[in-house]
Nanobody, 120 residues
Framework: QVQLVESGGGLVQPGGSLRLSCAAT????????MSWYRQAPGKERELVAA???????NYADSVKGRFTISRDNYKRTVYLQMNSLQPEDTAVYYC??????????????WGQGTQVTVSS
């Protein structure tokens, strides 16, 4: 059974940092491209960051230079380090695993999401 379990979300002040984790089970982790998406109220789900099986990375323009995605194949976990957080980063963040790099499509396996709220 495929499971993606996110953790690390919460409430943080503007300028603060959070580190999200996503633990995966039920599939060959090293064979899947991993990514983080987010969805704010009233908005569509959007790609935040992605890392391929070859460890190539891709970031949304809005988070470049602030967020870093990484993966640990041994621990079957993908991370999202988020620095200099801003109120516009407030959203539910979802972990995704897929076999394709067609990041504009909502394919693959999804976690249940973790809430990130940036507010003073």
């Amino acid at each position: 059974q495929v499971q993606l379990v996110e953790s690390g979300g919460g409430l943080v002040q503007p300028g603060g940092s959070l580190r999200l984790s996503c633990a995966a089970t039920g599939f060959i982790f090293s064979a899947k491209h991993m990514s983080w998406y987010r969805q704010a109220p009233g908005k569509e789900r959007e790609l935040v960051a992605a890392i391929t099986t070859g460890r190539s990375t891709n970031y949304a323009d809005s988070v470049k230079g602030r967020f870093t995605i990484s993966r640990d194949n041994y621990k079957r976990t993908v991370y999202l380090q988020m620095n200099s957080l801003q109120p516009e980063d407030t959203a539910v963040y979802y972990c995704n695993a897929r076999a394709t790099t067609a990041w504009t499509t909502l394919l693959g396996y999804w976690g249940q999401g973790t809430q990130v709220t940036v507010s003073s």
